[in-house]
């Protein structure tokens, strides 16, 4: 007999299903059957504890204060990293020097692309992507990297300057773009930045007023076309986007147009010369210009 739950003695039974008696045991209604632990358990458990006590003998296993058992073998794997570890730094700094040498338009002929990869989706995952996303595609405020619509030149020459000089950024040599505030510094009245406001929208393929729009494009004539281009085609890498797409930073709605044309834009670019050599700036180039 054995205590069951609330305190029952409950009778060893048999039970026909499985021909094992039952252990007097039960947990909610379900008694447990008195079944033995497996032959093979004990065997495998067994020839793991052989296995174990071998591999303390012949390899090293156990450390102490300053030191490690070496084993019987004294067997290591240390010299066979050592040796590939030097083997790759030589590769690295072969791949890096002729990284270097290459004029920017020659550098994915240099070292290829892969080899620009291997480091610079981590460089640019932990430098870049916070404001260009990890897939490089953008947010509200920070331009998309993998499209055709470039603020400034999108070749390596191009890339590597932004890179190094950043724009609007505290470097000497960084690019200068800003946006004015046409509304809050009295630049225009406001019956002329509404009037804009709907020329734009009429060239991005938008919904407007369409006497508005046509006092707005005289407006925009003497006021934009100089940095965006004319009718807002962009194109002149000098940090003025294209008026006339759909890939926008700050949106493309009435509100958001009114918003920049109202309070303005500058949006800032870090200098990265002074914070990564000049080797992680070639591989973000080649990492960006490639995708």
Not at 117 to 124: D, S, Y
Not at 211 to 225: D, P, R, Y
Request: charged share 20%; net charge negative; with cysteine.
């Amino acid at each position: 007999m054995a205590a069951g739950r609330g305190g029952h003695a409950l009778p060893v039974e048999h039970d026909s299903v499985t021909g094992r008696n039952t252990t007097g045991h039960e947990w909610d209604g379900i008694r447990e059957l008195d079944t033995p632990v497996p032959r093979p358990v004990f065997w495998f458990f067994a020839l793991s504890l052989l296995f174990s006590a071998a591999c303390w003998v012949l390899l090293p296993a156990f450390p102490y204060v300053t030191d490690y058992t070496r084993g019987l073998f004294g067997h290591s794997s240390r010299e066979a990293v050592l040796l590939q570890v030097a083997e790759a730094d030589v590769l690295r700094r072969q791949a890096n020097s002729e990284l270097l040498a290459a004029a920017p338009e020659d550098l994915a002929e240099a070292v290829g692309p892969q080899y620009a990869n291997l480091g610079a989706a981590a460089l640019f995952n932990e430098n870049c992507a916070m404001c260009h996303g990890r897939d490089l595609a953008g947010q509200e405020g920070f331009p998309n990297l993998t499209d055709a619509d470039w603020l400034w030149p999108n070749d390596l020459a191009g890339i590597l300057a932004t890179l190094r000089y950043g724009i609007n950024a505290d470097h000497e040599e960084t690019r200068f773009a800003e946006m004015p505030a046409y509304g809050r510094d009295g630049l225009l009245p406001w019956d002329d930045i509404v009037s804009v406001t709907e020329y734009v929208l009429a060239i991005s393929g938008q919904f407007h007023d369409s006497e508005a729009a046509q006092a707005g494009a005289a407006i925009f004539s003497e006021q934009c076309v100089s940095c965006h281009g004319e009718a807002g085609a962009g194109g002149l890498a000098n940090g003025a986007p294209a008026l006339s797409d759909d890939s926008w930073i700050y949106g493309r709605n009435r509100d958001s147009v009114l918003d920049v044309l109202w309070s303005g834009r500058m949006g800032v670019m870090p200098a990265w010369d002074d914070r990564l050599d000049e080797v992680d700036l070639r591989k973000l180039a080649l990492y960006v210009r490639g995708r």
